[in-house]
């Protein structure tokens, strides 16, 4: 199993940055990819983009060229910088181990609000 806990999150203006992280309970070598999701008022949660433990990454549509995932390997953190936020990207953000090891089980952390306001 793996506990996640993000942070970061908050109010920003429209056109303004905010990173947020996703701290791992063991290491991120260990979990096959950490994905970024959001969930906005009455909407399903939504794919934002995804990095494996080779590094690669991965990104929805509407946030390619704003959003970038990196991680800290020594922390077993991954972060989500957002730039360039929209008053649509406000959203509850979460963060999900993706399977460890063979296993195909997914592991939430609590989540994270973000408030872009215009």
């Known amino acids: 199993q793996v506990q996640l806990v993000e942070s970061g999150g908050g109010l920003v203006q429209a056109g303004g940055s905010l990173r947020l992280s996703c701290a791992a309970s063991r290491s991120i070598f260990s979990i096959n990819a950490i994905g970024w999701y959001r969930q906005a008022p009455g909407k399903q949660r939504m794919w934002v983009g995804s990095?494996?433990?080779?590094?690669?990454?991965d990104y929805a549509d509407s946030v390619k060229g704003r959003f970038t995932i990196s991680s800290d390997n020594a922390k077993n953190t991954v972060f989500l910088t957002m730039d360039s936020l929209k008053p649509e990207d406000t959203a509850v953000y979460y963060c999900a181990a993706l399977g460890l090891g063979s296993t195909s089980d997914v592991y939430w952390g609590q989540g994270t609000q973000v408030t872009v306001s215009s």
């Open positions: 990095i494996t433990k080779r590094g690669s990454t």
